[in-house]
């Protein structure tokens, strides 16, 4: 059994929908090998990212940077989780209000430090809000499961 973590910030319905369309894509297809969790950046620690196979970030732009809750999630984990999970898969989505470059530069440079493997592009869902955004969550979460079902990562 595979452990899919997905750490996302959700605080408000659209995104809250968002996150919800991830985790339906993650199990769309019925693939017996992986179990999938969500947890807020607030509830995850570093035992559940030692714990996983790999792992979705999402965020929304706050100031044109990430979450306080992911980046306080990345500050409570980064030591503990920097020297045995190097290559952990890994992607995220974005819900940027604006263009969500400086959330993108941020996840990039603290995911590099951590040493992780990007498995998918990250998905920055921009501007005002649109239906397509909730088929893209749940495209990123199919995609990272099988891959993950079928040894790709």
């Known amino acids: 059994m595979k452990k899919l973590l ?3 910030h959700a605080p408000s319905y659209n995104t809250r929908n968002m996150l919800e369309a991830l985790v339906a894509g993650v199990n769309k297809q019925p693939l017996e090998n992986i179990q ?3 947890l807020s950046p607030f509830d995850a620690d570093p035992e559940d990212v030692l714990n996983c196979d790999a792992i979705i970030l999402g965020t ?3 100031l044109g940077y990430m979450s306080g809750a992911l980046k306080d999630f990345f500050d409570r984990i980064y030591y503990p989780c920097l020297e045995t999970k ?3 898969p ?3 989505y974005i819900r940027a209000g604006h263009d969500g470059t400086g959330t993108n530069i941020a996840i990039k440079n603290i995911c590099n430090g951590l040493k992780w493997k990007q498995i998918q592009p990250e998905l920055i869902c921009r501007g005002p809000w649109q239906e397509i955004f909730l088929d893209d969550c749940s495209n990123l ?7 993950l079902d079928f040894g790709i990562y």
Do not use: D, R
């Open 90 to 92: 890994f992607s995220y």
């Open 6 to 8: 997905v750490v996302a």
């Open 36 to 38: 999938c969790q969500w």
């Open 141 to 147: 979460g199919e995609n990272i499961a099988c891959g």
């Open 86 to 88: 190097q290559g952990l």
């Open 60 to 62: 929304t732009e706050n």
